[in-house]
């Protein structure tokens, strides 16, 4: 079973940026639908992007929309969140779960149970 683990979080001032990485152990990523979620203090875990399968595209929750931006690096197996424009909303504990079975596209990425989940990474966005 891939293993996953998130790096990349830190402190950051509003309107700065970070580079979260999803990285496998042993199995390539190349096959599995990778979601990003987050979790804020005293709040749910809310769902923030998805990157599909074959070149099935990714997909944006409307509050990180045009300002994150989800990729492959394959050499490093890993999956890529580039946070922009970060904003103290943003704040929160940053997962990522990988899934063989989820819709290729995405579609179900939100609702999904996946196989595997990494232990999270912390983002803060402060002055």
């Known amino acids: 079973q891939v293993q996953l683990m998130e790096s990349g979080g830190g402190l950051v001032q509003p309107g700065g940026s970070l580079r979260l990485s999803c990285a496998a152990s042993?199995?390539?990523?190349?096959?599995?639908?990778v979601g990003w979620f987050r979790q804020a203090p005293g709040k749910e875990r809310e769902a923030v992007s998805c990157?599909?399968?074959?070149?099935?595209?990714?997909f944006y929750e409307a509050s990180v929309k045009g300002r994150f931006t989800s990729s492959r690096d394959t050499a490093k197996n890993a999956v890529i969140l580039q946070m922009d424009s970060l904003r103290p909303e943003d704040t929160a504990v940053y997962y990522c779960?990988?899934?063989?079975?989820?819709?290729?596209?995405?579609?179900?990425?939100?609702?999904?149970?996946?196989?595997?989940w990494g232990p999270g990474t912390q983002v803060t966005v402060s002055a």
């Open positions: 779960g990988a899934s063989l079975y989820a819709a290729p596209d995405c579609s179900d990425y939100r609702s999904r149970s996946y196989e595997t």
């Open positions: 990157i599909g399968v074959r070149d099935r595209g990714t």
């Open positions: 042993d199995v390539s990523l190349d096959y599995y639908v």
